[in-house]
């Protein structure tokens, strides 16, 4: 019996890789490299075990994917494989949607023809762009601002008429801000070119590659007139895909959508102040106008995590940023 992960050389499916190795799981990753490459493979093996079970391929070759169902004995799957940036996504819509849709729906298929029934999806916050009432519960009204939001919206939608359908259960887990890394410092979020999130672009600015971080908006209705997210360390958010998996496996069913934060929402100049912290050194930053498109605040409601799945988040935002940092430090050109 394994665990099939998809984008598991990725920032979040290799720290959940991780968390199913220590259950005891044999874990089966499937990768294009299409924004990670083989040494992230190679630190996860460390990480694991060095027969960890890899297979370059992309999600759209059904071929490919169904070799990995008829030459694993997968009971269960965790789908992270995707396109997520939101400003490349309004450019190149149609790659988008091929892409993040065509896998899914690939993906099921497969699972079908295997009568594999358990599968956990990555969905996002996205979904609730800026939600009338905070903490915003699952309840709340979904839509989407920007391709990549459609994407995880519509899959949302495909998995849960497949649910309906088909012997199928899923929990779409809606993550809010993730951040940090293992805290081996070996595993870690490694964006392509300048990164576009808070947290990455912070640490560029301390290693010294970028020079101060652009501050965008300090007009917002917020305690500091900052934006305010929910961020979440990758390893609550790793072990919440576990606890998902086995809720699954205990008889949860049907398509469930689940938020993944802390319910605790940090201002972007309380982020550079806590990294400042980790760091030992201060931050150069700058105001600038608000970006186009970003909302005021969210952050989770975390109730219903923790009644379905039994699970909380337990790492604070100094640890996350510690862990950032212990990773940046020590691997400034990321994986390369
Ligand atoms: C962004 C995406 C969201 C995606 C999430 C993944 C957009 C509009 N939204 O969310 O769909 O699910 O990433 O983590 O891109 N900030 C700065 N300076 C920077 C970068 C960010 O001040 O250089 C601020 C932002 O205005 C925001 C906060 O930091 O208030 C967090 O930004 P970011 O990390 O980009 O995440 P989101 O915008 O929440």
New binding site residues.
């Given amino acids: 019996m394994a665990s099939l992960v998809t984008g598991g050389a990725g920032y979040i499916g290799s720290h959940t890789a991780v968390a199913l190795h220590e259950t005891g799981r044999d874990v089966v990753v499937i990768d294009n490299f299409s924004n990670s490459g083989p040494k992230a493979v190679d630190a996860l093996r460390v990480l694991t075990t060095p027969d960890l079970a890899f297979v370059e391929a992309d999600l759209l070759d059904s071929d490919a994917v169904r070799r990995v169902f008829r030459d694993h004995d997968i009971d269960e799957v965790i789908h992270f494989a995707a396109c997520?940036a939101?400003?490349e996504s309004v450019a190149k819509p149609l790659d988008y949607y091929r892409n993040n849709l065509g896998s899914t729906i690939g993906l099921v298929e497969a699972m079908a023809e295997y009568e594999v029934s358990r599968l956990v999806f990555s969905s996002?916050?996205?979904v609730y762009g800026q939600p009338d009432e905070i903490p915003v519960t699952e309840a709340a009204p979904t839509g989407a601002?920007?391709p990549?939001?459609w994407t995880k919206y519509m899959s949302e939608q495909i998995l849960t008429d497949a649910a309906a359908a088909l012997p199928l259960d899923a929990v779409l887990l809606r993550?809010f801000?993730?951040v940090g890394a293992h805290p081996s410092g070996t595993i870690g979020e490694d964006p392509n070119g300048i990164?576009?999130?808070?947290?990455p672009?912070v640490m560029q600015v301390a290693i010294g590659r970028m020079e101060k971080?652009?501050?965008?908006?300090t007009d917002y209705d917020t305690p500091d007139g900052?934006?305010?997210?929910d961020y979440i360390h990758v390893m609550d958010l790793a072990e919440a895909h576990v606890a998902a998996l086995d809720a699954l496996a205990s008889g949860l069913s049907g398509a469930v959508p689940i938020n993944i934060g802390t319910g605790v929402g940090s201002s972007?100049l309380e982020?550079i102040k806590a990294a400042s912290d980790a760091v030992g050194a201060e931050i150069p930053f700058e105001v600038v106008d608000?970006?186009p498109?970003?909302?005021a605040k969210?952050w989770a409601a975390t109730d219903y995590a923790a009644e379905v799945l039994g699970w909380r988040a337990t790492r604070d935002l100094n640890e996350m940023l510690r862990d950032h940092w212990r990773w940046q430090s020590q691997n400034p050109n990321g994986f390369e």
Avoid: M
Avoid at 195 to 199: A, I
Avoid at 213 to 217: E, I, L, P
């Fill in positions: 997520k939101v400003g996002s916050c996205t601002e920007s990549y939001g993550y801000n993730p990164p576009n999130n808070l947290v672009f971080v652009r501050v965008f908006g900052s934006g305010v997210r972007v982020v608000r970006r498109g970003d909302i969210t």
